[in-house]
């Protein structure tokens, strides 16, 4: 089946994007707001944009009400994030934190994410997370300004954690970091077997 852009529709259009590209890893995305509310929301339109400068990107999808989420108006405010990698074990504090709250009422303390202090940014970073980038804000792109149109935001990686039993020899142990990709919908792919392929 083959589907002409030009005659679908926003939530078709979607629909193929979003179940199409699959598995994307989760940004686990901790902000601050300019009044000190901690915020924390998951993106699965996520990845890296360049190593040197080490950057990271997400997009967010414009909401139908219009308005931006509010890690994008903390980050417009503040200019700081921590992006937290999710394992399996933290998929249903993580998807629970997907829930609409008042700006003024934090995921942390909502859901009970256990969190700790930052190294270099100001947000909180989740403890539990096998891997955290603490960034600051490089560039917003704004791609169309209608509901479904993408906002990318680029972040520059001032500081990385690793958990201490996930880095060997200067790499991050693939095997074991056990991090959760999104599906389409409301499907999650978790690794069952790590494989490799040497590049000819």
Known sequence: ?????????????YRLLNGGVTPRP??????????????LAP????????CTPPVLMYTQ?????GDNKD????????????????SSDLMDIMNATSA???????????VGVEYSASQKVSPLSVAKSPVRYECTLREILSIGDSAGSGTVVLLDVVSVYVHDDL???GIIDQARIDSVGKMGGDGYYI????????RP
């Open 1 to 13: 089946m083959n589907f002409d852009i030009s005659d679908l529709g926003n939530q078709a259009k």
């Open 100 to 110: 609409s709250l008042p700006m003024d009422e934090s995921e942390f303390s909502h």
């Open 167 to 169: 880095y060997s020899e």
């Open 71 to 86: 890690t994008l108006t903390n980050l417009t405010e503040t200019g700081e994030c921590v992006v937290n990698i999710v």
């Open 26 to 39: 989760i940004a686990w995305i901790s902000t601050r707001s300019s009044k000190g509310i901690d915020n």
């Open 61 to 65: 999808i414009m909401p139908r009400a």
């Open 191 to 198: 690794a069952a077997q790590y494989t490799e392929l040497k």
């Open 43 to 50: 993106y699965s339109f996520f990845t890296v944009a360049s």
